[in-house]
């Protein structure tokens, strides 16, 4: 059976959350094969499944005002994203810091706007694969 996952982007530029084992998952990144990211979190499934209730909950039927979503509300918080209204759906920024350190950013990067159903849909199947 496969890890539940979460995958946002494109083959340029590319968000990617795996479970890899009980309260561990790898966060990964990729922009244009020019900057990278590839770590460890420590996060519980009850974190991850919240912050795909709390990504779903701020999902408007059509594009709305932008959020932002932490993976963990603490300041340990290894991956953050910020959503902006862009055509049919949203553009993401995405902030990741392996140690959850707020002065050390390993890598930002941007990701091209994503259609609301297809957001739907990612974070759906992450939640449901978390809480059965």
């Known amino acids: ?33 020019l900057l990278t990211a590839d770590f460890t979190a420590h996060l519980s499934d009850a974190e991850v499944a919240d912050f795909a209730e709390r990504v779903l909950s701020r ?6 005002p932008g959020f932002s979503a932490a993976v963990t509300p603490g300041r340990n918080n290894p991956l953050a994203l910020r959503a902006e209204p862009a055509g049919r759906g949203f553009a993401f920024f995405v902030r990741l810091t392996p140690n959850g350190d707020d002065t050390v950013c390993r890598l930002q990067l941007e990701l ?9 849909e990612t974070f759906g199947a992450l939640r449901a694969a978390l809480v059965g």
């Open 1 to 33: 059976m496969d890890e539940p996952r979460m995958r946002l982007g494109t083959d340029d530029a590319w968000l990617d959350l795996t479970r890899t084992g009980a309260d561990t998952w790898r966060v990964s990144a990729d922009w244009c094969s």
């Open 59 to 64: 999902l408007p039927a059509a594009p709305g």
């Open 112 to 120: 091209d706007p994503i259609a609301v159903a297809d957001l739907r």
